[in-house]
């Protein structure tokens, strides 16, 4: 009776990774296998919004931050998707074997949430977004606070497919944010992270 227990056991198994390796062994696996990866990015960190000694009115009162570059290096992007393959169900430890095949076919950016880090956003009514990726630009337009002003989350209904910006640069091209302002000035420092949550479609 255990034995042939085992052997479901160890058919089951078999019926599963026999094709991929099949597939493999054929060449026809670039392109065969498709999974989706999502993982998040820190495109800014630290940014600021200044204080003011008075309260003033804003309206889209816009307000570049500094740029970063290097966030989206394709090998840094490789290692975030190892380690969301390793997440993935039954078989995940064979596809990180097989990782120097992997191909990236897309990175939609999901969500872009802005998170205080010192001060909140109880004196801004609303924060329009805007990121320039490499030679994309992305307008997500108006978004409020959360209850609590402590995170402005952006999402747009169609995904935005980023990789068509990025692909060709080797050090991962640079991200600008800009952002325009309703509500009042601030009388203390607010500080913040812009964070993107992106899912990855990759094949081997």
């Known amino acids: 009776m255990m034995k042939d227990i085992y052997f479901k056991k160890v058919s089951f198994r078999n019926f599963i990774l026999l094709p991929l390796?099949?597939?493999?062994?054929?060449?026809?696996?670039?392109?065969?296998?498709?999974?989706?990866?999502?993982?998040?990015?820190?495109?800014?960190?630290?940014?600021?919004?200044?204080?003011?000694?008075?309260?003033?009115?804003?309206?889209?009162?816009?307000?570049?931050?500094?740029?970063?570059?290097?966030?989206?290096?394709?090998?840094k992007i490789r290692e975030q998707l190892i380690s969301g393959i390793q997440k993935l169900p039954f078989g995940s430890n064979i596809l990180t074997r097989l990782v120097n095949n992997l191909k990236i076919k897309n990175l939609y950016v999901e969500k872009i949430t802005i998170?205080?880090?010192?001060g909140n956003f109880n004196n801004i009514s609303s924060l329009s977004l805007l990121i320039k990726i490499g030679n994309g630009?992305?307008?997500?337009?108006?978004?409020?606070?959360?209850?609590?002003?402590?995170?402005?989350?952006?999402?747009?209904d169609d995904k935005i497919d980023i990789y068509p910006y990025i692909k060709d640069f080797p050090d991962g091209g640079c991200v600008e944010v800009k952002l325009k302002i309703t509500g009042y000035t601030n009388q203390e420092v607010i500080r913040f992270d812009v964070v993107a949550d992106i899912s990855g479609k990759i094949s081997l």
């Not at 696996?29 to 919004?49: P, Y």
């Not at 998170?115 to 010192?118: E, I, S």
């Not at 630009?137 to 747009?156: C, L, M, S, Y």
């Open 137 to 156: 630009e992305i307008n997500f337009g108006p978004r409020e606070p959360n209850d609590e002003k402590t995170a402005i989350v952006f999402q747009k």
């Open 21 to 75: 390796v099949c597939l493999v062994l054929s060449g026809c696996i670039g392109g065969c296998f498709v999974a989706d990866v999502k993982f998040t990015s820190t495109l800014i960190k630290d940014a600021e919004i200044p204080a003011s000694s008075n309260s003033i009115p804003l309206d889209n009162k816009e307000v570049q931050l500094a740029g970063v570059c290097g966030q989206f290096d394709m090998e």
């Open 115 to 118: 998170t205080a880090t010192q």
